[in-house]
């Protein structure tokens, strides 16, 4: 069944399939200026969301990691096309009525559900170390991290090869229990290890990829012809 619009989210009587294509928007809202009034609306909430969340260091979440970039991701009405807003709402339909987290609060609550599930199943498994270090909910800083060491492993050795449930409870032993000042990179390197890949090619294929701050080397952006990250 399609999902019905909440609150004030999207405009009344529209379901998250009437922003799904151009004509459908087009359908749905019936005239350019509808439609540039819509995308305005949408982009002011989600502008206003991202900033709250660069306030307070939430960076790690989707739908700052989508719009976090404002000026590249949802440029302002002048300077689009109305095709283009019309294109652009369905992303931004998606960010603020969809089935992902994209407010402060949401992204809390998910925040200490995933770190008591963990600490449960630390303590169940008598990992003491991670269930003591749990007993506090990871910061957003941690998070951040947790979710990059996640990144580069994924990125080299493929998703396909990792658990991801394995590598979460992983990754969140070794940020919540190492010294600050351990690189990503060694943590990264400690993270493949521990999931089964300690082979010498793995481990050289992610210090060729990533900083010892687990970002993409220049080297290797330009060697593959992407943007380091």
């Known amino acids: 069944m399609a999902r019905r619009n909440t609150g004030a989210r999207l405009p009344e009587g529209t379901f998250l399939t009437d922003f799904a294509s151009v004509e459908r928007v087009r359908a749905a809202l019936g005239s350019d200026a509808a439609i540039q009034a819509e ?4 982009r002011s909430i989600i502008r206003k969301r991202v900033e709250r969340m660069a306030a307070a260091g939430e960076t790690y979440n989707r739908l700052f990691k989508t719009f976090g970039n404002m000026e590249q991701a949802l440029p302002t009405v002048k300077n689009l096309t109305t095709e283009q807003m019309a294109k652009l709402l369905g992303a931004t339909s998606r960010a603020i009525a969809g089935g992902y987290q994209n407010t402060m609060r949401s992204i809390r609550e998910s925040r200490k559900s995933t770190a008591n599930a963990l600490r449960k199943q630390a303590e169940a498994a008598g990992d003491t170390a991670l269930a003591e270090a749990l007993t506090k909910d990871p910061t957003p800083a941690q998070m951040e991290k947790i979710h990059r060491l996640m ?61 010892a701050r687990g970002t993409v080397r220049v080297s290797w952006s330009r060697a593959h012809g992407k943007r380091g990250k």
Request: charge should be negative; hydrophobic fraction near 40%.
């Open 151 to 211: 990144g580069m492993v994924e990125r080299t050795l493929g998703k396909k090869l990792v658990d991801t449930n394995e590598l979460l409870e992983d990754a969140t032993r070794i940020v919540m229990t190492s010294k600050s000042k351990t690189s990503l990179l060694t943590m990264a390197s400690q993270l493949m290890a521990n999931q089964g890949f300690d082979e010498m090619e793995d481990l050289a294929a992610l210090k060729d990829r990533f900083t």
């Open 39 to 42: 995308y305005s609306r949408q």
